[in-house]
């Protein structure tokens, strides 16, 4: 079991199980070796702020599972019905992959493969966004 590879720069922080943990002065690699813990780089994450757009919203409610500041429990099927509700407008084959790789991950419980899959629709979702404004 090779567990989740986090490779940390300089001062990069995260978050692992609601504890924010900075790496030292040099580029440092570590193993994850708990299954379902909850890991977020910070580098990553959405501020309250930006978020203005439905993939940013379903990011950031898999990003506060993540922080611990939502139960998985309740956040599960909202998650679900937000992704089913980004189908809808995902229709291209690649965003359908992602999406359904975000549903196999939120059915067992893997909130941060969730959030890395979602993410990717960021740059898509930017795209369709400039194009009809």
Known sequence: MSGLVLKLA???RVLINGVVIENGDRRS????MTPQ???LRLRDAIHP???NTPVRRVCYAAQLVLSGDMAAGDARQQLLRRVEELSQVFTDADS???????TEALVAEQ???C???LRSLLPREERLMA???
């Open 29 to 32: 690699r570590f193993s994850i």
């Open 111 to 113: 909130y941060y493969k």
């Open 115 to 117: 959030l890395k899959s």
């Open 10 to 12: 300089p001062k990069e």
């Open 37 to 39: 813990a909850n890991v």
């Open 131 to 133: 194009y009809h404004q």
């Open 96 to 102: 359908r992959r992602v999406l359904g790789e975000a």
């Open 49 to 51: 702020d930006e978020v």
